[in-house]
């Protein structure tokens, strides 16, 4: 089983930053790969990062299209913690922010991010 929780969401301008912090626990194996998922309610789903570990045990990221040059995710080993840092915040990056490990079996209770 694995554990966690999203912090350091709230109201921003558009142009501004904001950075997520999700703090992992649990079962290690379910925790090597952990991504960042949106949700607009009622409309859609997104990915929006994701950070494994490759065989030689480096991180891995991916970053989806529509936030690429503006988000980066990272890990934090010995905080036990996945940072999503976003900049140049837009209005359409308004949605829930939601920490998910272990594929999407595990979900973090979400933040909610606004942008005005």
């Known amino acids: 089983h694995v554990q966690l929780v999203e912090s350091g969401g709230g109201l921003v301008q558009a142009g501004g930053s904001l950075t997520l912090s999700c703090a992992v626990s649990?079962?290690?194996?379910?925790?090597?790969?952990v991504a960042w998922f949106r949700e607009v309610p009622g409309l859609r789903r997104d990915g929006v990062a994701a950070?494994?570990?490759?065989?030689?045990?480096?991180?891995?990221?991916y970053i989806g299209q529509f936030v690429k040059g503006r988000f980066t995710i990272s890990r934090d080993n010995a905080k036990d913690t996945v940072v999503l840092q976003m900049n140049s915040l837009k209005s359409e990056d308004t949605a829930l922010y939601y920490c998910?490990?272990?594929?999407?079996?595990?979900w973090g209770q979400g933040t909610q991010v606004t942008v005005s």
């Open positions: 649990g079962d290690s194996g379910g925790q090597s790969c």
């Open positions: 998910v490990a272990d594929g999407t079996n595990y």
């Open positions: 950070i494994g570990t490759d065989v030689r045990g480096a991180d891995t990221t």
